[in-house]
């Protein structure tokens, strides 16, 4: 079984747009990987294997219309990216503007299960929040775990 992403830290985000992936999470993620935004107002990093596997289940496993969109919203907003030999990445302005860090000076990173997340702090911090206890014992009551 590959290993997860795990843990969340708040990193700098220089004047050029580059973030620092941690040291533990580089390795995983591979020298090449898909940029795309995802669900919420953050950044999906994903290795290219599970890049692959995520799109071939849209395609398998959806109507063709709502593939469609699917395929569209995370296509149309991905991008291939690498490692600069600091173990940062560039956001472009663009990817910045869409899930709020353009002008920000950290962002979280945030290793959820299969991809890295990159969030707005605040963002983060709100969405962590909201979520309460309960809630989550319902959940795993509910898929049986």
């Known amino acids: 079984m590959t290993e997860l992403f795990v843990s969340h830290k708040a990193y700098k985000i220089d004047a050029k747009g580059r973030i620092f992936i941690p040291a533990n999470m580089r390795s995983q ?17 994903y290795p290219m294997e599970e890049w692959n596997s995520f799109m071939q289940k ?7 219309k709502k593939r469609k969109q699917l395929e569209f919203y995370f296509s149309a ?12 990445i ?17 962002a979280e990173v945030f290793g959820n299960n299969r991809r890295i997340e990159i969030w707005n702090c605040e963002l983060f911090n709100a969405e962590l929040n909201s979520i309460s206890e309960e809630e989550i014992e319902d959940i795993l009551d509910e898929a049986e775990i």
């Open 29 to 45: 993620l591979g020298q090449e990987f898909i940029a795309s935004r995802g669900i919420g107002k953050c950044l999906a990093l």
């Open 77 to 88: 907003n991905a991008e291939k990216m690498s490692l600069d030999g600091q173990g940062r």
């Open 58 to 64: 849209i395609h398998d496993n959806v109507s063709q």
């Open 90 to 106: 560039t956001l472009s302005e663009e990817l910045r503007r869409q899930v709020d860090l353009l002008g920000e000076k950290e």
